[in-house]
């Protein structure tokens, strides 16, 4: 029983140093897919995400560029 214990502990120890080395030994070129990354393994909390959705649609609409007015496109 004792070994049952001790072999599952281990086998946790060395996922969870799998994943840490995953996460610390990844590099970025950029700083923009260091921040994708992030994202990607950041869950956002349901109340800033409605609270952002709706920040969003009080925003004023774009308007065309000057120079698409221009030529009319």
Known sequence: MKQ???L???EQQQV???Q???TVG???ATP?????YD???TEVPPTVAKRLDESLQNEPKR???LWRRLTGR
């Open 4 to 6: 049952k214990h001790k």
């Open 8 to 10: 599952a502990s281990e």
């Open 16 to 18: 969870s140093e799998t």
């Open 20 to 22: 840490t080395q995953k």
């Open 26 to 28: 990844a590099e970025f």
């Open 32 to 36: 923009e897919e260091l921040l994708r």
């Open 39 to 41: 994202a990607a393994q």
């Open 63 to 65: 308007t065309r560029s």
